[in-house]
C-alpha cells in the first residue's frame, strides 16, 4: 500500500465546530476503512496547518476518492503528498539508474 501525508487547514466552517474536530477525525477513519484505507495517525497540529493525517492507500485514485470526500464535507481544506520508505526509494533509484 502507498503512503501518503495530508496536511490540513479548517475552513470557517470546520472553526465554528471546532468541539467536533475528534469526531470528524473519527467518521473519516471509518469512512477511509470502509474504501480499503488505513488511517495510521491523525494528529491537531500548531503552525501553518490545523492537522496531519497520515494513511495507506491501494492507490492514488483510492487516495483521491477519500480525500475528495473530506474535503466535500466543507471543515477543511487539504494538500496531500506521496510518501516513500527507505526500501521503495531504493527500487526508484535503481529504476532511475537504468
Known amino acids: 500500500m502507498a503512503t501518503f501525508i495530508t496536511t490540513i487547514k479548517f475552513t470557517d466552517q470546520g472553526n465554528a465546530a471546532i468541539d467536533q474536530t475528534t469526531k470528524r477525525a473519527a467518521a473519516v477513519k471509518a469512512t477511509a476503512k470502509k474504501m480499503g484505507v488505513k488511517v495510521t495517525n491523525v494528529y491537531w497540529t500548531l503552525g501553518n496547518h490545523d492537522g496531519v493525517l497520515i494513511f495507506e492507500a491501494p492507490d492514488d485514485e483510492t ?4 480525500l475528495l470526500n ?29
Open 70 to 98: 473530506v474535503e466535500a464535507q466543507g471543515n477543511v481544506h487539504t494538500s496531500t503528498c506521496r510518501a516513500f520508505t527507505a526500501a521503495e526509494m531504493d527500487k526508484i533509484l535503481e529504476k532511475s539508474s537504468a
Open 63 to 66: 487516495a483521491t476518492a477519500l
